[in-house]
């Protein structure tokens, strides 16, 4: 493989160019040269590349058994987040097979330089027919394999995107000329249209006209949403360095294949649609709301536009709403986002590839100690697949997903340690701390797909209910029907008022959380012995909203009667009159959409109920630290350590009524 022979910077101002050559042809050879220049001396004007890196080391090989003859394949990501393979179907000798995301190459000053495939395809579109185009790409513009040179220039991102004319934005090649190309591209601007003429009509707050609007019009029904969401799925969308990349630009193009597009086009529709309670067939908007990019350049975006010039924000705030983003190194979660930040944060953060992550996280995780006392405990989570990075619980791990939001983050109004003052001390991988512990966690239900949409979750049984006798089952059940005493029915009157299942709704088929498995679980984890009593119901429904309104208030009794529409609906109802259900309903499924979305219910041995987070498991404890507002859930290490799994609301502790309790103040080890 080739690299390129470079000439060293002399200065940290300085960068490198790519001059790139004319074309008249798609497949003519790649043509370029290196030029250097100041950043601050406006000699060149130049454009830069935001994309994906190539990532052939993820390909795999696949035998089919032909005949004649045997032939072996490898395959490799179409530039999104899965791998796709070519479907069987028969072979002759007219049949032609293609892979077309091998790595390419580019002359460049004269000595032929290999380069990602997905950097080849980009190049390959982008090039002009007749004139050069000077463009910036990390991959070319940087010796990657000088570390010391590596260090500087990603120090110098936010001023390499900001200075570009434009952000060239490429998704890949997928979206090739032909009807996909130029569909999408229609499709984009038809929309564009439609809430333009749907906000003159109805104002931006009319929610319920604006849903109406597009459920009403062919437009949900329309199968063009499939190339939007394909769209969507690329990886571009994923990665943590486009966020500063697009915020930085002063003006940035999407370029899927042969198609281009505006992104502030891109950026308001999708901004639009995840604000709306809108789904075509193929469920646009938790494609949309899955994006962490999306809202993250939306806001940010706004944020360095608005003439009050407010702060920009910290870095753990950056780090916390780019959680769900990925990097090739782990250390890039930081690094990516430094051009986001406020200058004095970023000033504290050196860039250095040679430090482990774990220590870099730890690094962030003392200055945010100083900054925010342990309140840097509520973005600590357990991922639920061993991560390689080496840090302790009490560190939160940027490089692993996070699917629920901190009740912190979603200023959830408590005071779980009432009017105690924080204690803490490090001792080198250990933060000792102050606090009680309340309970113990009993039963989790595991049935709910977390994140959603994903399939349930396949833990063995030692990992979700430690009882092998009160593990609830993970299989679909033969009926929606939560089993009820008939006694016991008259308390709950949404169990005693599920609807007909086959009744259909003349504008919309819609099921509020068809999880089959996943409600009637929680109703035996709520009520094990089958038996309800007006105060068991009303811990249950406070406990499905966290007791608390989406404005932070506690929440009336009214809301009990939303609930019971609510669970109508959760077992499957659908709903007839959707404006009605909308109108009754709306306020409580905000609230567990907000507080209780990608969490675990659950039970304590002192019959309390919650919400936790996903790797919870039976035997694990609920403790109240001092000066902490929430709750978190702990897990023994042995003696008197624990392991932070998380965060967790439960239900009747949330007010500071764990610290008269009578229970002990107890030093606890975090590790």
């Known amino acids: 493989m080739s690299t390129y022979n470079y000439q060293h910077l002399q200065s940290s101002s300085e960068t490198r160019l790519l001059r790139l050559e004319p074309a008249a042809r798609y497949h003519d050879t790649l043509i370029g040269s290196i030029i250097h220049t100041s950043l601050y001396s406006g000699t060149h004007t130049y454009e830069a590349l935001s994309y994906v890196w190539d990532s052939s080391s993820n390909a795999w090989t696949s035998t089919y058994n032909w005949s004649p003859p045997s032939i072996k394949f490898a395959f490799y990501p179409l530039s999104r ?130 849903e109406r609007s597009l459920i009403d019009g ?20 994923g990665r943590v360095w486009v966020l500063q990349e697009v915020v930085n630009a002063k003006k ?53 536009e608005d003439p009050r010039k407010p702060p920009l924000p910290h870095l753990l705030d950056v780090l916390v709403d780019s959680r769900l983003s990925r990097s090739t190194y782990p250390v890039d979660k930081v690094y990516g986002v430094l051009g986001l930040v406020s200058p004095e944060d970023a000033s504290k953060i050196t860039i250095d590839y040679g430090i482990a992550a774990g220590d870099l996280y730890r690094q962030i995780a003392l200055t945010e100690l100083s900054r925010i006392g342990l309140s840097i405990l509520y973005f600590c989570t357990k991922p639920a697949k061993k991560s390689t990075v080496n840090c302790p619980s009490w560190v939160p791990d940027w490089s692993q997903p996070c699917y629920h939001d901190s009740l912190f983050k979603l200023k959830y109004k408590s005071s779980a340690g009432g009017n105690s003052s924080p204690t803490f001390r490090v001792e080198e991988q250990t933060l000792m701390v102050k606090g009680r512990l309340v309970d113990t966690i009993q039963l989790v239900e595991l049935a709910r797909p977390i994140p959603a949409g994903e399939q349930s979750d396949p833990r063995s049984e030692k990992d979700g209910l430690d009882d092998p006798k009160t593990k609830l089952s993970t299989e679909r059940p033969a009926t929606n029907d939560v089993t009820v005493e008939p006694t016991a029915v008259e308390d709950l009157p949404a169990m005693a008022e599920i609807q007909d299942k086959n009744t259909t709704d003349t504008h919309l088929d819609v099921k509020i959380w068809s999880h089959d498995t996943w409600f009637p679980n929680v109703m035996k984890i709520a009520f094990p012995e089958n038996k309800l009593t007006p105060a068991s119901y009303q811990a249950l429904w406070r406990t499905c909203c966290c007791n608390r309104t989406t404005d932070g208030d506690v929440p009336e009794a009214q809301f009990g009667d939303y609930f019971a529409d609510w669970t109508k609906a959760m077992n499957g109802l659908k709903v007839r009159d959707f404006e009605g259900f909308q109108n009754k309903s709306r306020r409580f499924m905000d609230s567990f959409s907000r507080f209780c979305n990608n969490r675990r219910f659950f039970r304590t041995e002192g019959n309390r109920l919650g919400w936790g987070p996903d790797q919870m498991r039976g035997g694990d404890v609920v403790c109240v630290i001092s000066g902490v507002d929430v709750p978190l859930v702990l897990r023994n290490s042995g003696g008197s350590g624990f392991e932070v799994i998380g965060d ?20 606890i080890y975090l590790a």
């Open 252 to 304: 940035a193009i999407l370029y899927a294949g042969s198609g281009k597009c505006d992104w502030g086009t891109i950026a308001a529709i999708t901004k639009w649609l995840s604000m709306y309670d809108v789904n075509g067939p193929i469920n646009i908007r938790q494609t949309i709301c899955a994006l962490p990019a999306i809202d993250m350049i939306w806001n940010l975006s706004r944020l360095r």
């Open 218 to 237: 062919y437009i949900v029904y329309n199968t063009r949403w499939n190339f939007l969401r394909a769209l969507l799925s690329q990886a571009w969308f």
């Open 648 to 667: 967790a609301y439960v239900h009747g502790i949330m007010d500071g009524e764990a610290m008269s309790m009578g229970l002990e103040e107890k030093e």
């Open 81 to 210: 987040n899965d791998f796709e393979e070519i479907p069987e179907s028969s072979y002759d000798d007219s049949d032609q097979l293609v892979v077309n995301m091998s790595p390419g190459e580019i002359i460049c000053d004269g000595q032929t330089v290999t380069i990602g495939a997905e950097l080849f395809d980009a190049l390959r579109r982008l090039r002009l027919r007749d004139s050069q185009r000077t463009i910036w790409i990390d991959a070319i513009c940087i010796n990657q394999k000088d570390i010391i040179e590596r260090n500087i220039q990603v120090q110098s991102m936010r001023e390499i995107y900001s200075k570009a004319d434009n952000v060239l934005i490429w998704v890949g090649e997928h979206f090739s000329s032909g009807p996909a190309s130029q569909n999408l591209l229609d499709f984009i601007l038809e929309l564009e249209d439609l809430i333009t003429n749907i906000m003159n009509e109805h104002g931006p707050n009319d929610l319920q006209a604006i």
